[in-house]
């Protein structure tokens, strides 16, 4: 890989994303593969993200062992597991911009709808959906993980309307995208995408990937909750668009 200036750029934004999502700040991290995806190819980018992500998993899952949700675990990640075998099985047939492309619509549908909620909107949904619904979100995280490391959004339509304390909606966050990120590792050695040039890309962010993971913690740990799910629904919004306007493009 060539280490040309927008190749390092894109590199340390996507890395300081990625940081501060798993510091606490969850829905920043969908942006992180198609940030570094507009200097190099979108799977050398996601191979080069993956032991980065791991290293952050080490510092989000430590920073939040004691605020986790069990039983949103337990659901979500055998759906997860799935997703992630899916998400190998058709690597070759899923096109990375169509995931992408549907995943912000239905990030800004979901994150304009709960800045309604916020607001005091009134809706008949109910909070407590039945836990098969939730392994069928957690299926889904797992698929889009595996193409894109772009689980967040239905892990957050699943778990935000239950209303956690910031706390221990990062720390489940942090938690299952630990098992997730290590579970992908053997499809993503299956694919030959760990290659040395990758690796030694991952090595030299990670770095970066600790110091930004620490800046999210503290940031999280002193932010009002309110304050905390509207800045997630905000940044659902903006990374749809984002995402949307890529696929489309």
Do not use: C
């Not at 889904?140 to 699943?158: E, K, N, V």
């Not at 956690?164 to 942090?174: D, V």
């Not at 913690?217 to 309110?226: D, E, F, Q, Y």
């Amino acid at each position: 890989m060539e280490y040309t200036p927008t190749v390092i750029i894109a590199a340390l934004i996507a890395t300081s994303v990625l940081g501060l999502a798993k510091g606490g700040l969850s829905g920043a991290g969908t942006l992180a593969t198609p940030i570094l995806a507009l200097a190099i190819s979108p799977v050398q980018a996601a191979a080069i993200l993956l032991p980065i992500l791991i290293v952050q998993d080490v510092i989000s899952v430590w920073a939040f062992r004691h605020s986790w949700n069990r039983r949103i675990v337990a659901v979500m990640l055998p759906g997860s597991l799935v997703g992630i075998v899916a998400g190998w099985a058709l690597a070759e047939f899923v096109a990375v911009e169509a995931v992408m492309g549907a995943i912000g619509l239905i990030s800004i549908l979901f994150g304009l709808w709960r800045l309604w909620i916020e607001r005091g909107g009134r809706v008949a949904a109910a909070v407590n959906s039945p836990d098969w619904v939730g392994t069928l979100f957690g299926a889904a995280s797992g698929f889009t993980s595996q193409i894109a490391h772009a689980g967040g959004p239905p892990f957050q339509m699943w778990v935000t309307p239950k209303k956690l304390p910031h706390a221990e909606f990062a720390g489940t966050t942090a938690v299952l995208f630990a098992m997730i990120n290590w579970a992908k590792v053997p499809a993503y050695v299956a694919l030959g995408q760990f290659s040395s040039a990758n690796l030694v890309a991952s090595a030299w962010l990670v770095p970066v990937a600790v110091a930004t993971t620490l800046g999210g913690v503290w940031v999280v740990r002193r932010m009002r909750g309110r304050t905390f799910y509207t800045l997630i629904n905000v940044l659902l919004v903006g990374l749809g668009l984002k995402l949307l306007v890529d696929a489309i493009v």
